[in-house]
Nanobody, 115 residues
Framework: QVQLVESGGGLVQPGGSLRLSCAAS????????MGWYRQAPGKQRELVAF???????NYADSVKGRFTISGDNAKNTVSLQMNSLKAEDTAVYYC?????????WGQGTEVTVSS
C-alpha cells in the first residue's frame, strides 16, 4: 500500500518562509510526476507546482518567484520551499504523485499565514 506523508506546515507571519516535505512509501514504481496542490476554505483545490521525472518544474502564476519545488526520484520525496508568504497562501497543502496509471494523494498539511 502506498502512503504519502506530508510535513512542514504551520503558522507563519506574512513575508515568512516554510518548507513542506512529502515522502512516499510502499510499493510505488515509475513515478512520472510529483507535485503540490492546495485548497483554501471555500475554494476548489488548485495546482501549486509540480515537477516531472526529467526535472522540469511548473508553477501556478500566483506562486512563481516565491515557491520552489524539488523532487528526488531515488528517495521518492518532493519538497516545496515557500518564501515571501502571503495571507492568500493560507490553505491545506496536498502532495500528489503520479506513478504510471496511478495517482496518489497525501492527507494534507495546513499552512496558515497570519500576523
Amino acid at each position: 500500500q502506498v502512503q504519502l506523508v506530508e510535513s512542514g506546515g504551520g503558522l507563519v507571519q506574512p513575508g515568512g518562509s516554510l518548507r513542506l516535505s512529502c515522502a512516499a512509501s510502499g510499493r510505488i514504481f515509475s513515478i512520472n510526476q510529483m507535485g503540490w496542490y492546495r485548497q483554501a476554505p471555500g475554494k476548489q483545490r488548485e495546482l501549486v507546482a509540480f515537477v516531472t521525472l526529467e526535472g522540469t518544474a511548473n508553477y501556478a502564476d500566483s506562486v512563481k518567484g516565491r515557491f520552489t519545488i524539488s523532487g528526488d526520484n531515488a528517495k521518492n520525496t518532493v519538497s516545496l520551499q515557500m518564501n515571501s508568504l502571503k495571507a492568500e497562501d493560507t490553505a491545506v497543502y496536498y502532495c500528489k504523485v503520479i506513478a504510471g496509471r496511478n495517482i496518489y494523494w497525501g492527507q494534507g498539511t495546513e499552512v496558515t499565514v497570519s500576523s
